[in-house]
């Protein structure tokens, strides 16, 4: 599978605990980006990167999260002491910038980690 | 920021009807808008994409407008199938600066009645 990739799929957890989620972009993609979904709702940008660098983080994104992608490739997503209102799907998106490639910034989705915070 | 606002927020239509979903975006320096499709337990997967400089997109069944003056971009899908059943999500993006991040509506459950 050539997609992007997100690990684990589902994570249920107790308030207070510490969780962290794996993204695989695409092959060779530069930019990736994390997005969370709430139930009835679009999803919502959280921060993103370009190779190693993490270039904006939304003000969604609280001290409590933090992301990394340490050698340009995969990304983790990291949420400490979580709360209740962190309950929702995180997405990984990863695209390609820059290049001769066709269509080359169109964001492709991986499958999302759901979160469940008890 | 960008705000995409998305109607309706449901849509049920009969096989073999058309359906069309509108959305209206506040950045007017937005220049691309993307549609994706995501199935229930799914990812989010693109089935069209239009840029600023046309006003008209077409693949097959799938077609998407534009209207810049107006704000606005509107989703048709013709000859509806069962399997077209979805959520469907527009989205905006502002290419000029250097995130690309996508706003997103709130999207539109399609149910396509056999």
């Known amino acids: 599978d050539t997609g992007v990739s997100q690990n684990p799929r589902h994570k249920i957890t107790k308030r207070g605990q510490n969780v962290t989620f794996r993204c695989d972009p695409i092959?060779?993609?530069?930019?990736l980006y994390w997005y969370r979904q709430t139930l009835g709702q679009g999803p919502e940008f959280l921060t993103y990167?370009?190779?190693?660098?993490?270039?904006?983080k939304s003000r969604l994104l609280s001290d409590r999260f933090s992301a990394e992608r340490p050698k340009g490739s995969f990304s983790t997503l990291e949420i400490q002491r979580t709360e209740q209102g962190d309950s929702a799907m995180y997405l990984c998106?990863?695209?390609?910038?820059?290049?001769?490639?066709?269509?080359?910034?169109?964001?492709?989705f991986g499958p999302g980690t759901r979160l469940t915070v008890l | 920021g960008e705000n995409v606002e998305q109607h309706p927020s449901t849509l049920s239509v009969q096989e073999g009807d058309s359906a069309v979903i509108k959305c209206t975006y506040s950045?007017?320096?937005?220049?691309?808008f993307p549609w994706y499709k995501q199935e229930l337990g799914k990812r989010p997967q693109l089935i069209i994409d239009?840029?600023?400089?046309?006003g008209e997109k077409k693949d097959q069944r799938i077609a998407v407008t534009l209207n810049k003056t107006a704000k606005h971009f509107s989703l048709h899908i013709t000859e509806t199938q069962p399997e077209d059943s979805a959520v469907y999500f527009c989205?905006?993006?502002?290419?000029?600066?250097?995130?690309?991040?996508?706003?997103f509506g709130k999207g539109t459950l399609l149910t396509v009645n056999p």
């Open positions: 239009i840029r600023s400089n046309v």
């Open positions: 990167f370009q190779n190693e660098a993490q270039l904006e």
């Open positions: 950045d007017s320096a937005s220049n691309y």
């Open positions: 092959s060779e993609h530069n930019r």
């Open positions: 989205a905006a993006r502002y290419s000029g600066g250097s995130n690309y991040k996508l706003t």
């Open positions: 998106a990863s695209s390609l910038l820059g290049g001769t490639v066709i269509r080359g910034d169109t964001q492709y």
